[in-house]
C-alpha cells in the first residue's frame, strides 16, 4: 500500500475513534453545568474504556461495572459484565482497543505531538507489559470482593486509585466546574492527577503506555485477539520476512511471527505496510 493511502487508512481510524468518543461521550449538557448524566442509558456497558462519572459519559466503563457489583455488600456473580466482555472480546479482540476507546483516542493524539524523540519501548518492556494483568486480577476483581468494610462494602480499587481516563474525563472537568467540589479534593486526587500527568508526558514519547502496561480493559480483550473472529491472518506464501510490518508496528509487535499478539490493537498500520499483501484483516 502506498505511503498516501496509509495516510488515508489513518485519518480514517482517527476519524471513526473521534465519532465513536463524541457519541459516547456526547452529553454536552454534563460538561456545561459540572453534572453527571443518569439516564437509562448509564446501565448499559460501553466497549472502551469510559468513565461512569465522565459529564458526557451516557454509558458505563466495563471495568466500574465489575467493580461495583464485586465490592457491593450483597455480592452477585456479574454476569452481564463477563457476557458484554467475552462476546465483545469473541468478535473484535482488541480492536476495540484501536478503534472505539476514548483514553486511546487521547494517547494517539498526544503521540502525534512533534517531540525530539520517540521511544519504541522503554526498559523491562517485556516484564512490565505483565503489569495490566495483575492491575486485572489484583485491583479489578481480588481487592473490592474482600477487603471490605464493617458494613460488607469494598473499595473500587482500579477506578479509585488508578484510573488515568477517570480523572481526565471526570476528576478534571467536575472540580473545574464545581467550586464547591475543589475545597473537598486532597491527596488521593492528587496522586491520580500525578498518575495522569505521568502518562501524559510518556504518551508524547511512548505510544500507548497505558495501554501497554496499565489496562485492565486491554487485558480481558487481549485474551481473545488469538480467537476472535475479526483478527490478523497471515499468508506465510506471501512473506518475504522484510521486516516493514514489525517497523511500522508502534506496539514493537512483528505480526509476522505473531500475528494476533495479546498486545495487539488491530490498528492496521502493518497491514497497511507489507508491501506483499501478506498481511490482512478482517472476519475471513
Do not use: H
Amino acid at each position: 500500500m502506498d505511503r498516501n493511502q496509509a495516510k488515508k487508512q489513518e485519518r480514517f481510524r482517527t476519524g471513526f475513534q473521534l465519532v465513536f468518543t463524541a457519541l459516547t461521550n456526547g452529553y454536552v449538557k454534563g460538561f456545561v453545568d459540572g453534572k453527571i448524566f443518569q439516564g437509562p442509558s448509564k446501565e448499559v456497558c460501553l466497549p472502551g474504556l469510559n468513565c461512569y462519572s465522565c459529564p458526557g459519559a451516557l454509558g458505563s466503563c466495563p471495568i466500574g461495572a465489575l467493580q461495583a457489583v464485586a465490592n457491593d455488600r450483597n455480592f452477585t456473580l456479574p454476569l452481564y459484565v463477563w457476557g458484554f466482555l467475552i462476546a465483545v472480546g469473541a468478535f473484535f479482540g482488541r480492536l476495540v482497543c484501536g478503534f472505539m476507546c476514548p483514553f486511546g483516542l487521547v494517547q494517539d493524539l498526544l503521540y502525534k505531538i512533534p517531540m525530539p524523540v520517540k521511544l519504541r519501548n522503554i526498559r523491562a518492556d517485556r516484564w512490565l507489559r505483565f503489569l495490566k494483568y495483575v492491575i486485572l486480577a489484583l485491583f479489578v476483581l481480588i481487592l473490592p470482593m474482600f477487603v471490605v468494610n464493617d458494613f460488607g462494602q469494598g473499595d473500587p480499587w482500579f477506578c479509585k486509585y488508578i484510573c488515568p481516563s477517570g480523572t481526565l474525563m471526570a476528576g478534571w472537568p467536575l472540580a473545574a466546574l464545581n467550586e464547591g467540589l475543589r475545597g473537598t479534593l486532597g491527596f488521593l486526587f492528587a496522586w491520580k492527577s500525578v498518575i495522569l500527568i505521568v502518562l501524559i508526558l510518556l504518551s508524547m514519547i511512548l505510544y500507548r503506555p497505558f495501554c501497554r502496561y496499565l489496562c485492565p480493559l486491554g487485558a480481558v480483550y487481549g485474551l481473545f485477539n488469538k480467537v476472535s473472529l475479526y483478527r490478523l491472518r497471515l499468508d506465510k506464501g506471501k512473506c518475504t520476512g522484510c521486516g516493514a510490518c514489525e517497523s511500522s508496528c508502534r506496539l514493537n509487535i512483528d505480526p509476522s511471527k505473531i500475528p494476533n499478539s495479546m498486545e495487539c490493537i488491530r490498528c492496521g498500520r502493518c497491514v497497511e505496510s507489507c508491501p506483499t499483501g501478506a498481511l490482512r484483516r478482517g472476519i475471513k
